[in-house]
């Protein structure tokens, strides 16, 4: 800890205001809870080892949201594969940290990564299209498009 | 149904329960006291460094001196010309800004940090005086001068508008908008994009576009699948990877799109500045007569053939910010892919 800007208490708050957050985008992307849970303590180290100053809990939340997605990219790329279907977790959902019942998460997980992150960052984190344009560094007109897309292959699994 | 409650319902069951978060943090703890992260980094680095150029000495060393005879670009009727014969026009965007060390620079509020820049857009649709480029140029123009404030969009927001059917695929939200297309279709005898779908596997979007085996067979480059998606006459997107060992070893993210002519889709692609490229004609080994262009961040293979036009759209190591794809690597794809049934 001796070359972080921040202290134990620091992060270990931070820790616990986001790590649903960060938990919740890992799993997003590794769909099981024993990967999820190494990408979070990655992600947590990645800003023990940060050199920035947050200057609000938004600038931290979105920082951690980015950290955290692209800590996922390339552990799937190192791996060298994607997360495997959903119905790969489910055999052992308990295990696998997979809620139990949850059709609508399946169906989200089955989609396109890059789909899934927008629903995740739209309809739960609720920033609007322009915000998650700047998040994942494309135009809004993308952001709308994906969307578009993921609801009409979610309203396909759900039928 | 699915809706916006659903779906906030089924994420806010995904957390980890008290007895996992401890055992993360305690993790980290661990992790981090083992050893000073900034020194392991440091050391990576330079590991990953010193790695790569033994890598580029064996390649080299290995090396037969084949010299890549580029051949310029001639202004011949029927050959491909250059990317300028594609260009739609320019535009202005937001470019994140970067540290000296290529890490995204944010806001106060979490941004990231943007910078308008003007760059070069080209049409995926065909070349210069096609119907499907005249069209496209149009539908630019047209949109350069539309809601320019985004006051309509805001008033519009993300509630549904009724053009996601027939007109989604434009990203219309307005009858104006919806109209527009369906004059720029009667006036280039083109038909609207229809029928959209997406596609499980390589396989299946070739056996629903009807096209050939495009990724082709190499024993140095290995093309996967990521994800994709067409429309009722065959126009793909395909999103993957592509791997060329070897002497010209590279890695790097790719999108593969075929349009089908006497289709009019609006898709744009922003190269930066075109004249950041090398371009140059190339046949392949499967004799189609492709546009090769490359930079120091984006490569591009384009092919007309007697039904569609197609863009390989080469991105480098996205998650790694990084982009090698050499002249010679870029042919070696060009020979892979096979073209010629698309």
Redesign the interface.
């Known amino acids: 800890m001796a070359s972080s800007l921040y202290s134990e208490e620091d992060v270990t708050e931070i820790y616990y205001r986001h790590v649903e957050t960060v938990y919740r985008v890992c799993f997003s992307f590794m769909k099981n809870a024993a990967d999820t849970e190494d990408l979070v303590q990655e992600t947590f180290l990645k800003l023990i080892a940060c050199k920035k100053r947050f200057q609000s809990e938004n600038h931290e939340k979105a920082w951690l949201i980015v950290t955290a997605s692209n800590a996922c990219k390339d552990a799937l790329r190192r791996w060298g594969h994607t997360a495997g279907n959903v119905e790969d977790y489910q055999l052992g959902a308990e295990e696998a940290g997979f809620p139990e019942d949850n059709p609508v998460l399946e169906a989200i997980l089955e989609l396109p990564e890059k789909y899934r992150m927008v629903v995740y960052l739209y309809y739960y984190e609720g920033y609007n299209t322009a915000e998650i344009a700047k998040m994942l560094k494309c135009s809004s007109s993308t952001v709308r498009n994906r969307l578009t897309r993921a609801r009409k292959r979610l309203k396909k699994y759900m039928e | 149904?699915?809706q916006?409650q659903?779906?906030?319902?089924?994420?806010?069951?995904?957390?980890?329960d008290r007895a996992?978060?401890e055992?993360?943090?305690e993790?980290?703890?661990a992790?981090?006291?083992d050893e000073?992260?900034?020194?392991r980094?440091r050391k990576e680095n330079i590991m990953k460094k010193q790695e790569k150029r033994r890598a580029k000495k064996v390649y080299y060393g290995a090396a037969a001196a084949a010299v890549l005879m580029l051949v310029p670009i001639t202004a011949a009727a029927g050959h491909l010309l250059g990317l300028w014969n594609l260009g739609i026009g320019k535009q202005k965007?937001?470019i994140?800004v970067k540290t000296v060390e290529g890490e995204?620079i944010?806001?106060?509020?979490?941004?990231?940090q943007?910078q308008e820049q003007e760059v070069d857009m080209i049409s995926l649709q065909g070349m210069a005086g096609s119907p499907e480029h005249m069209a496209a140029m149009e539908w630019q123009e047209f949109l350069e001068n539309y809601d320019t404030d985004g006051k309509i969009l805001q008033e519009v927001g993300?509630a549904a508008t009724g053009f996601?059917e027939e007109y989604?695929e434009y990203?219309c939200y307005t009858q104006e908008m919806a109209d527009k297309i369906d004059e720029i279709c009667e006036k280039y005898q083109l038909t609207k994009l229809n029928g959209?779908a997406?596609s499980d596997s390589y396989e299946d979007l070739c056996a629903k576009t009807g096209s050939g085996d495009f990724f082709g067979s190499s024993e140095n480059i290995f093309v996967t699948y990521?994800?994709a998606?067409y429309y009722a006459d065959g126009t793909f997107l395909l999103e993957g990877t592509a791997a060329v060992t070897g002497e010209n070893a590279c890695v790097t993210d790719c999108q593969i799109s075929r349009d089908r002519k006497g289709t009019f889709n609006g898709t744009m692609l922003n190269v930066g500045d075109m004249d950041d490229y090398r371009q140059w004609e190339y046949e392949t080994k499967n004799g189609v007569t492709v546009l090769l262009a490359n930079s120091d961040h984006k490569g591009l293979i384009i092919a007309e053939t007697e039904k569609s036009f197609v863009v390989v759209n080469l991105l480098g190591d996205i998650?790694?910010n990084s982009y090698d794809v050499s002249d010679e690597a870029l042919e070696m794809l060009a020979d892979t892919f096979d073209l010629s049934e698309t």
Do not use: H
């Open positions: 149904m699915m916006r659903d779906i906030f319902e089924a994420y806010e069951r995904v957390k980890p996992a978060k055992r993360m943090l993790n980290i703890w992790l981090a006291e000073d992260l900034m020194k980094e965007v937001d994140p995204d944010l806001t106060p509020e979490g941004n990231v943007l993300n996601e989604g990203l959209f997406e990521g994800n998606f998650s790694g």
